[in-house]
């Protein structure tokens, strides 16, 4: 009786109880949304009503461990490969009597992801010597909508000074548009060094650009035998003003005036160099 | 040009050369293997083209690939034409008929060929995605295409294989209703636009890929700022601009690829070449209005007439009078136009872009034409536009947690338990790892009513999604079973385009649609572009605000930026079925999924 007793009003409040259930907190996410959740080993089409809630199954299947493909052929390529050969600067500069060529070119083959990325830089007096050279090649890898990430090493070809690094930075684009390059290394002797390079294009017309440049580079070490102080080390500022002929193939002009500091810049001019220079130069860039 | 509009001369070229020394015959076969056009097509400044009275319904096809050249404007181009002509032939079926096509593959450097009867409801094997419903035709195979029509009205077909389309392997498809036509009209014609570029379309991909600006010539400049600040001030030019530029997008994104390398085409004649379709004063005139464009929107107007929309996407709607529309890549729109006066009249379709135009003319007589409208400037999105009105004057830094909590909150009051699935579209909470996404909407709108971009501004009507009323019987409940949310993204920079943040070949695995069941999909355009979104094997039915009686039925729908819409789709046919971007470069660099009907 006494059981009774609690047991209808119990039962009769039941619904009243149930509807002041406090809603979840979380709401649970989509099924295989992001394929996070655990599986079993081997899961594939279960058969499933649909569950309650908001629980959706939206994959059909969804550990296909290659692209989905019927009858042995994918139907779109959004995995092709591409190369590409990049002339960002190649140019011939003057500062009075000093003239030099420079190159910067890189290349890459590679997806979506996943490059290899090789960069080559240096410099050259017109009619003699390479003054400097270096080759640097990465493995890029896209882990930013704008930003890869770079992984690699880098060789110096100057004569007599042979060197090699490890060499990991960022490659990609700040907000605002700047193309942005910073790279650390760390030299077969165990030396410390980074490199930024930033470039960002104003268009005055469709085809005429002007785009400003920054280049430094710090060091975290003496090395006295290649000219180099600790800290910044030195500036480039660039300006040069691009008429794309093509997309491919844009002739510029511009200036580059360049800075060493500190002990870099005694070191140089102890060895008869220039602290300070400001070059005029014309080039082109290009890619295909 | 400008010289002939105004002595009123027609045109004279290598064409008419041509066609003086063409038999007669030429006009009354199907099909040409001499001349670049097909007979449905064919005009010249001497010979207007009277309608598609004359090609009537067939129940058999032979149809055939061939890597053929292509003559615009003087310059040759490669095309891959279906039976010799760009566009292909016009295909014309009876509803209820089964039909038979054969498809030949005679392109023997081409993995494979494909044709893809676009908006036709088939079985899973004859719809034609080569990997998803087929393997392909092989060269030197032929496939056989064999289903009962069980539609009317107007469509379109193309190949599905790698870019043959985009190297002109399309066509018009017309199907007459068994019960007679669902409104009066005394002629009608074929307009089949269409995008040619003479560079080979895999050079065209690379370089889009590589340099995302390749083709665009109405960037934005320092001039262009400048006049901003000149004419909104300092403060709100930047408000307006600065943030596009830190998300580092352009208000300028409006297409790929440009009429700086394209031939806009109607009916395979370049705006010089200027096709010529006849009427006469007082008759109703059907425009069968098809975009088989690659990469390219367009906006129809004939400056003159009114346009009465009576089907669309090959469904009628209530007639809609308006004076211009948007049609997106894989739409159809049939128009009926009552011209009365002995006048000449351009149909004139400027690309979205405004980088060039599309035109022909519409005459009682050979040889007339009417002016060229003047194009119009290149439109700016706002930040409204892509539905990030809330970042305006933002320069630097996020949105606040307590905006996000709000928006998210708000979205939350939005479910409905009772139906499985989201109910409205959930915030896209993206990984911002994720390479594939360089934007995301957090707080998309309701673009239905919004003519779009450059559009609504020069004070005549312009058809918008909102407008339209289907005419069609509703065979299906009101009530849903499901509910399913699919975001647009993408990474421009990277030219990576996606669903989710994935790639094509980056899905875990088919979409799974339930045979029979009600299904409410949700898009979110997190894109700074249009995309035409088209969905094989089913109807979609655009949730636009129309009783339920009333929702109109899309095979494409363009969804704008920043846009979340709804569609109801009832997947009759099982198996698999391909749903992706109809921009052709979008689709191939992974804007593309399989939709598995169990």
């Given at each position: 009786m006494k059981t009774f007793t609690i047991g209808v009003p119990l039962l009769l409040l039941s619904p009243l109880l149930l509807a002041q259930?406090?809603?979840?907190h979380t709401v649970p996410i989509?099924?295989?949304?992001?394929?996070t959740e655990p599986k079993p080993e081997?899961?594939?089409?279960?058969?499933?009503?649909?569950?309650?809630?908001?629980?959706?199954?939206?994959?059909?299947?969804?550990?296909?461990?290659?692209?989905q493909q019927n009858?042995?052929?994918?139907?779109?390529?959004?995995n092709h490969k591409f190369f590409q050969v990049l002339g960002k600067r190649l140019e011939y500069r003057r500062d009075g009597d000093n003239e030099n060529t420079l190159w910067e070119i890189d290349a890459w083959y590679g997806g979506d992801h996943n490059k290899l990325y090789l960069e080559s830089e240096g410099e050259r007096e017109v009619g003699g010597k390479t003054e400097s050279a270096r080759l640097e090649v990465f493995w890029n890898h896209a882990v930013r909508p704008y930003w890869d990430l770079q992984l690699g090493a880098r060789h110096d070809f100057n004569p007599g000074q042979s060197r090699s690094f490890l060499a990991a930075g960022f490659q990609g684009m700040t907000p605002y548009g700047f193309e942005t390059d910073l790279t650390g290394y760390v030299s077969e002797d165990g030396d410390g060094s980074w490199r930024l390079e930033i470039e960002r294009s104003f268009h005055f017309t469709q085809r005429l650009e002007l785009e400003p440049r920054l280049e430094t580079d710090f060091s975290f070490s003496d090395i006295p035998a290649y000219n180099i102080g600790d800290g910044f080390t030195g500036i480039e500022l660039g300006l040069r003003l691009r008429y794309m002929i093509t997309p491919k193939f844009a002739p510029y002009i511009g200036v580059s005036w360049e800075r060493k500091f500190g002990d870099t810049a005694d070191l140089i001019e102890e060895d008869g160099g220039d602290r300070e220079m400001t070059f005029a130069v014309a080039g082109v860039r290009f890619w295909f | 040009m400008a010289q002939q509009e105004e002595d009123g001369q027609p045109l004279f070229g290598t064409r008419r050369q041509f066609l003086r020394t063409l038999g007669a015959g030429v006009f009354s076969?199907?099909?040409?293997?001499?001349?670049?056009?097909a007979s449905w097509a064919l005009t010249s400044p001497k010979y207007l083209h009277g309608g598609i009275r004359d090609h009537q319904p067939q129940t058999y096809f032979d149809l055939a690939f061939h890597n053929t050249p292509l003559e615009i404007d003087g310059r040759t181009g490669n095309a891959t034409a279906i039976n010799g002509t760009v566009p292909g032939p016009l295909i014309r079926w009876r509803e209820g008929d089964t039909v038979t096509l054969d498809v030949t593959n005679?392109?023997?450097?081409?993995k494979h060929a494909s044709i893809h009867w676009h908006g036709i409801l088939v079985p899973f094997r004859m719809?034609?995605?080569?990997?998803?419903?087929?393997n392909g035709i092989q060269p030197g195979e032929t496939y056989r295409y064999q289903f009962r029509v069980k539609q009317a009205g107007t469509y379109w077909y193309h190949s599905?294989?790698?870019?043959q389309e985009q190297s002109g392997s399309y066509g018009p498809l017309v199907i007459d209703p068994k019960d007679g036509e669902p409104f009066l009209y005394d002629r009608d014609h074929v307009v089949v636009l269409s995008d040619w570029a003479f560079t080979n379309p895999e050079t065209l991909f690379r370089n889009i890929n590589l340099s995302?600006?390749?083709?665009?010539?109405?960037k934005r400049t320092v001039f262009d700022y400048l006049r901003d600040v000149r004419k909104m001030g300092f403060a709100d030019a930047n408000a307006e601009l600065l943030p596009f530029r830190r998300m580092n997008?352009?208000?300028?994104?409006?297409?790929?690829?440009?009429g700086y390398i394209y031939t806009y085409l109607m009916n395979g004649h370049s705006p010089d070449m200027n096709w010529s379709g006849k009427f006469l004063p007082g008759e109703t005139v059907r425009l069968r209005i098809i975009?088989?464009?690659?990469?390219s929107n367009f906006d129809v107007r004939i400056p003159g007439l009114d346009m009465d929309v009576v089907m669309v996407d090959g469904k009628a709607v209530k007639p809609v009078r308006c004076h211009e529309f948007r049609i997106g890549v894989a739409e159809t729109y049939d128009v009926l136009i009552r011209p009365r006066d002995a006048n000449a009249y351009t149909l004139y379709a400027e690309s979205l872009d405004r980088s060039g135009y599309a035109r022909g003319t519409l005459a009682p007589e050979s040889g007339m034409q009417a002016p060229i409208p003047a194009p119009r400037p290149v439109p700016d999105r706002k930040l409204e536009d892509i539905g990030m009105?809330?970042?305006?004057?933002?320069?630097?830094?996020?949105?606040s947690d307590a905006m996000k909590k709000k928006l998210h909150r708000k979205r939350m009051e939005m479910q409905d338990d009772s139906i499985p699935g989201p109910n409205g579209p959930m915030p896209f909470l993206p990984n911002k790892d994720n390479p594939n996404v360089a934007m995301v909407v957090m707080n998309p709108q309701n673009r239905l009513a919004e003519p779009g971009?450059?559009?609504?501004?020069?004070?005549w009507k312009v058809l918008t999604y909102k407008d339209l009323a289907s005419a069609?019987?509703?065979?299906?409940?009101?009530?849903?079973d499901r509910e399913m949310c699919i975001n647009i993204t993408a990474n421009m920079e990277r030219f990576i385009f996606s669903l989710d943040g994935k790639k094509f070949t980056e899905q875990p695995g088919p979409y799974l649609f339930r045979h029979n069941e009600r299904l409410r999909l949700f898009l979110v355009n997190h894109t700074m572009m249009e995309h035409p979104m088209h969905l094989h094997g089913m109807w979609m039915q655009l949730?636009?605000?129309?009783?339920h009686n009333e929702i109109p039925y899309k095979h494409t729908i363009l969804i704008k930026p920043g846009e979340a819409l709804s569609v109801l789709i009832t997947p009759i046919e099982k198996g698999d079925w391909a749903f992706h971007c109809h921009l052709l470069y979008h689709m191939e660099a992974g804007m593309f999924q399989v939709v598995r009907v169990a």
């Open positions: 259930e406090p809603p979840p989509q099924a295989s949304d992001n394929g081997g899961y594939r089409s279960p058969p499933l009503p649909p569950p309650p809630g908001k629980q959706i199954r939206k994959y059909a299947e969804d550990t296909l461990d290659r692209p009858f042995g052929v994918i139907p779109i390529h959004d | 076969t199907g099909i040409n293997t001499t001349f670049p056009l005679n392109m023997p450097d081409t719809d034609g995605v080569p990997g998803v419903n087929f599905h294989s790698f870019l995302p600006e390749y083709y665009i010539y109405y997008m352009s208000p300028r994104d409006l297409s790929n690829v440009t975009n088989s464009s690659s990469m009105g809330m970042m305006k004057g933002k320069y630097f830094g996020g949105m971009v450059g559009l609504g501004h020069d004070g069609e019987p509703q065979p299906y409940k009101p009530t849903v949730e636009n605000g129309a009783s």
